[in-house]
């Protein structure tokens, strides 16, 4: 659980949740807007990491 | 979802008041004005967080002003009230810069401080009237 890949979901789960109650209202809005954050987040997380991957170059 | 509570508009001196208990409990300022699911979520997930980057070996920040962004850090760590004056009671917090989840740590109890004062605006803007 403690990898970097387990802690970014569990750090883009917490985030996401909290993001998602606090700007909607109704709970079906705040579950649709709450996943699109979590993958938004883990996938930019995924995207940025293998953009780094060959750095230092 | 809005309560009747939550609609409307607060005296100013409550509304401060209310921001200080939002503050110092997180979520509870939402439980205040009626909108229970909001004040449990954040109350879980914000404490949730906070104990997660303790645990994960993070550090409480002092206020050493030699050190402007450790001061930053502590500002933000001291954004989550009551759990971050508990943890400094029990010494918990104390860091171990070593522990290969030490900026992770951080990192979680940093950002759990940090949204706590954005739920605090929520409800400022909610006693408000505003939302």
């Known amino acids: 659980m403690t990898t970097h890949v ?3 979901l569990i750090f883009s789960l917490f985030v996401s ?3 998602a109650v606090l700007t909607r209202d ?15 987040f883990v996938g930019a997380g995924i995207l940025i990491g293998w ?5 230092p170059l | 979802m809005r309560a009747a509570a939550a609609d409307r508009v607060q005296a100013a001196s409550t509304t401060y008041l209310i921001c200080a208990v939002a503050w110092f409990v997180p979520g509870a300022g939402h439980l205040w004005l009626g909108r229970r699911q909001k004040g449990i979520v954040f109350l879980l997930a914000l404490s949730l967080m906070f104990a997660f980057g ?3 070996e993070g550090r409480l920040f002092p ?12 500002i933000a760590d001291l954004g989550l009230g009551l759990p971050y ?6 010494g918990v917090g104390a860091g171990r ?6 900026e992770y740590g951080n990192t979680f109890v940093i950002v759990a401080g940090l949204l706590n004062m954005l739920v605090v605006l929520d409800v400022f803007d909610i006693a408000k009237g505003r939302k």
């Open chain 1, 51 to 55: 953009l780094l991957y060959p750095l």
């Open chain 2, 63 to 74: 206020f050493e002003v030699t050190q402007p962004l450790v001061v930053l850090a502590a």
């Open chain 2, 97 to 102: 810069v070593v522990a290969i989840t030490y």
């Open chain 2, 85 to 90: 004056v508990v943890a400094k009671a029990l």
């Open chain 1, 26 to 40: 109704e709970p079906r809005e705040q579950v649709t807007f709450g996943a699109r954050l979590f993958g938004g």
């Open chain 1, 17 to 19: 949740v909290v993001f």
């Open chain 1, 6 to 8: 387990g802690l970014m």
């Open chain 2, 54 to 56: 303790l645990w994960l």
